[in-house]
């Protein structure tokens, strides 16, 4: 806009010197139509952008390569809007990523104008888009209105899942009788109590014992029971890092459940919400599960800290000699995994582009590296 201005003065300016050397009805018409027409488009943009609203038309979840949104700019006046202008803030959850955008678009008189955006190069998470600013120009872009709005939507970017060539080193039983309750684990089966314990930071409101709590004058939580089925325990440390990174620890991680699913291995899926600070786990026996408990993983925060989700699982005592866990990281606690490697079956995937980290890692605990390519 403000090149248009730079431009308008020039030709302002030499009209008003034509008209002076001159001095003629015709240069003087020239010049008063010059001055005159900004003001004429200022008065029918001003008419304009008084009936104009906007939103916002997001799907609910899109596939990296389909992520598309849309802007709706509604025209209530009879003038039509030569340009309008859309300011979107697009955020990563996951990853912490901020992205500006714009939208432009013209819009019809007494109508409905669609305005959509391919987001490219999007990562897994649920990005929340805000409008930053919406405004409406006249003809010759001289000037502007801005338009009051505050919408904002989210969309959840989906992983694209991978097959993976999962080796274990021990078969797993995974028996179907739900009447089994492991003596050594918590799980989240909530028709059986596996123990009760004072409260850790993380834990689920749900799971707070109310009644004993107001009795005792301390926060008891009641751990549920775990089925001996679930004997796998897959574990994501949601660290807010590189994108990259984030973007395949979460790929990894969510088709690390789909292989084993697919070979008929029931486990459970475990990640800490910094957002929330809670630690979830949820049993996954089908498909359904994993579709569900993708929509949880992929709405969560990363955390700002360090194994925030293993140090949960230490402290909280899931340690179980008879589970084999399965932890996805980027940033691994060499010493922290060392100590629960020596309690039970653990195997560390590593996501990163460092084959420096990889190699400092396999000298000290058993890890599978999971490299992400750099451009």
């Given at each position: 806009m403000i090149r248009n201005r730079v431009l308008y003065a020039l030709l302002l300016i030499i009209m008003a010197g034509i008209f002076v050397y001159t001095n003629t009805y015709f240069?003087?018409?020239?010049?008063?139509?010059?001055?005159?027409?900004?003001?004429?488009?200022?008065?029918?943009?001003?008419?304009?952008?008084?009936?104009?609203?906007?939103?916002?038309?997001?799907?609910?979840?899109?596939?990296?390569?389909?992520?598309?949104?849309?802007?709706?700019?509604?025209?209530?006046?009879?003038?039509?809007?030569?340009?309008a202008s859309m300011d979107l803030t697009l955020e990563n959850q996951i990853t912490g990523s901020v992205r500006k955008k714009q939208i432009i678009a013209s819009v019809e008189s007494r109508g409905e104008t669609e305005g959509s955006l391919a987001i490219k190069d999007c990562r897994v998470g649920m990005i929340v888009i805000s409008i930053d600013k919406v405004r409406v120009f006249d003809v010759f872009c001289l000037f502007s209105k801005k338009v009051n709005s505050g919408d904002s939507e989210s969309i959840i970017i989906m992983p694209d899942m991978k097959d993976i060539d999962l080796e274990l080193d021990r078969p797993i039983e995974t028996g179907s009788d739900s009447d089994r309750f492991s003596p050594f684990k918590p799980g989240s089966d909530v028709s059986e109590t596996f123990a009760l314990r004072e409260y850790i930071p993380g834990d689920e409101v749900r799971k707070i014992n109310w009644k004993l709590s107001s009795k005792v004058d301390k926060t008891i939580v009641r751990d549920f029971s775990m089925p001996l089925n679930y004997s796998i325990f897959l574990l994501l440390e949601l660290k807010r890092t590189d994108e990259d990174l984030v973007d395949k620890l979460v790929e990894y991680y969510l088709s690390l459940s789909k292989e084993l699913l697919e070979r008929g291995l029931n486990h459970t899926l475990a990640w800490y919400d910094a957002g929330l600070e809670e630690f979830h786990m949820k049993p996954m026996d089908s498909f359904e599960d994993l579709e569900l408990a993708c929509s949880e993983v992929l709405t969560a925060f990363a955390s700002e800290g360090d194994a925030d989700a293993l140090g949960y699982y230490h402290q909280a005592g899931h340690i179980d000699p008879r589970c084999i866990l399965l932890y996805v990281t980027a940033s691994p606690q060499i010493e922290l995994i060392e100590e629960i490697e020596s309690q039970q079956e653990m195997m560390t995937y590593i996501v990163t582009k460092d084959p420096n980290q990889m190699e400092a890692a396999s000298s000290a605990i058993n890890v599978t590296q999971v490299m992400v390519e750099t451009e």
């Open positions: 240069t003087l018409l020239l010049l008063v139509l010059t001055i005159a027409l900004p003001i004429l488009s200022l008065i029918l943009m001003l008419i304009s952008a008084a009936g104009l609203s906007v939103r916002l038309s997001v799907p609910y979840a899109a596939e990296k390569k389909e992520a598309v949104i849309s802007c709706l700019f509604d025209n209530y006046s009879y003038l039509p809007i030569a340009r």
